[in-house]
């Protein structure tokens, strides 16, 4: 097992890009390409990645912090503008390992929206603007999805013990996928839900 932090220490985030310019906490990026089960277009994602991929989002976690109870991990996650489709750019979404467990994000910058269910069918949304503080409670699976031509940025802390669990999303999907129509966003039910 890992050691707990014994000692306050700082980590700069920039409020409008979500970077750690320090360099201390480095990014980790996904691509369309890591995407290929999460949107709902398959052949538009595919098309994405044969001419040349693109970036979806990245996440700067603070990994160093031990997996353990009373720890709190925390971060930012920048989710780019863009669609494959109709659908916009979002991150692939998960469960937390340890169900019972809840998170709070916090918008910096840009707009868009947590995407929320829970294992028993329940659906939310909950739209993302600065100054937006969204309580996510235990056993609610989220996805970030950016609505807007900016980058959406939010900071995140959870329970550093909670864990991810992406594999469920990654074979059922959510229930509802978040689509542009008439250029505004639309929640309507995935052809792909299993
Ligand atoms: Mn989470």
Redesign the pocket.
Known sequence: MNKAIAFPFLIDFDLKTGQCASGKVQPTKRYVSNLLEQFADREAAQAIVDAGDAQVYEFFELEQIPEQPGELRYGTSIVLPGKVGDEYFMTKG?F?TVLETA?VYYCLSGEGAMLMETPEGDVDIQWLRPGAGLYIPPRWA?RSINTGRERLVTF?T?PAN?G?DYGTIEQKGFRKILVERDGAPALVDNPRWK
């Open positions: 998960h937390h998170e989220h995140f959870f909670a991810h």
